[in-house]
């Protein structure tokens, strides 16, 4: 095959399209189409589907509806499936005794027509997803459930006439394993022996790899380009070099989920004063808004209050936090949530989209975080506003000097510094200055539960955690001192088309 094929995706019933950002991120070596099924639009967008060659993925019900529109005798053209936690029948038959009884299915539909969110939301619970987050549309949702209630397409599956990967969860509550064979037949199923209902989310790494190795054994990999020597895929996201950060940032904060919000009085501190700056920007009273590292919302539900009719592009690195930020916030306007590397951003949008670009206490992890912002600002429309806040140089000096007096070198990772943050030769001129937060710990534990409370555990690259032994006279010694520790944030704000005099200021 000259050219690899479009990869096309279709979620679930329930979910939305961005249910799939974090798997296309790792797969961005093809071209892809992802289909909205329109479930909280009440309409189908972007359900056209290109030239060529095509891979479907589908999840779960969208497995189901891709076979119905594609499969022969009804198309073609794919030329291979991958279903994930898929089926081809859902309810019980004679045939199909494990199937799922119809009479749950009914109940869904009844109550769709008085509590449609409820309905919805109480279905992704027992998927291990967070509520929608936005209107669902009843009518679209009944249709789909009906399809499930009457349509058989194993015999579909069974004359593709071409190759079937299925990836399946053992604790699947929806599809559970005992059912899962049957009701897509065709292949052996590669099984995640923890896994659930949302595999693309839970474990977007595995799925990635298992399609990648899917496909290249059938010859629909991109071939290698000139001079570049084929390797083994990588699990980075968005194109990042796999070494470019801390290994696991995404899993980290994605663990830290649940927990975050308890630990995380610094980072809603700075994302109240980073609100303020924002606040005093000549912005539009409709503004497109891009955030990165949008964590559980705590700058996104401040910046909600200001501008109640936004245009929203809420994005994150780990697909959980991203979840969690949509199942807590209830933004006006147009909102679309993506989990997506920041540092390199994969959005639909071209350059000049974003009337205003801001990040709380994420730029930090970024491989290159100047090189980072100069990407980010390429997506900045006329006039528009760059706005971040992180910890740099300095911070947590308490926790460094601690190490030092006992001749040993701390394994945090470096903080960037302000200078390098400066945007040059980027047709933006702003400013950047410094504050000072100081965070009474208690002791040196409090300080350390409170990191991983928030997920920020990770050691510097090539460097390993210290032995508890050694960890126990740091901490006694941190507590000696005073068992207190300073973030020392940099607020960063530029505009494209308007010169502010360049300065760092200390606070």
Known sequence: MTAPPTLVFAHGWGFDAGFWDALRARLHAWPQRVLERGYFSGAAEDDALPDGPLVVIGHSFGCMRMLARLAPPAHPRPCAWVGINGFARFCVGDDFPRGVDPRVLRRMAARLTTSPAAVVDA?????????A??????????????????????DRVRGLGAPLLSLAGAEDPVVPASMAADALPGGDIDWLPDGGHLLPLQAPAWCAVRIMAFLERHG????PRAGVRASRPSAAVGGAPASARPGGVDA???AAADR?????GVQREVAVRLA???GRLDLPARPRILEIGCGTGCLTLLLGVRFPEADWTVTDLSPVMVAQARGRLRLGGAVRYRAMDGEYPSLEDGPGRFDLICSSMALQWFGDPARGLARLAALL????HLAVALPVHGTFAEWRQAHE??????RMIRFPRSGALRLRRSGLAGRIGIERIVDECGDAMAFLRGLKGIGATASRPGTRPLPVPLLRRVCAEFDRAGARCSWRIAFGLWRRDEVFPEEETAA
Not at 123 to 131: E, H, I, N, S
Not at 133 to 154: I, K, N, S, W, Y
Not at 220 to 223: K, N, R, T
Request: proline share 11%; hydrophobic share 45%; with cysteine.
């Open 133 to 154: 987050g936005a209107g669902p549309c009843p009518t679209v949702l009944a249709r789909d459930l009906r399809a499930m209630l009457e349509l058989d397409l194993r």
């Open 220 to 223: 629909l990999a991109p071939a």
């Open 405 to 410: 007096a006992l001749g040993l070198r701390p």
């Open 260 to 264: 975050y919000d308890g630990h995380a």
């Open 252 to 254: 980290r904060f994605g």
């Open 381 to 384: 429309a006329p006039g528009g």
């Open 123 to 131: 279905f992704r619970l027992r998927c291990g997803a967070a509520p």
């Open 276 to 278: 303020a700056r924002i």
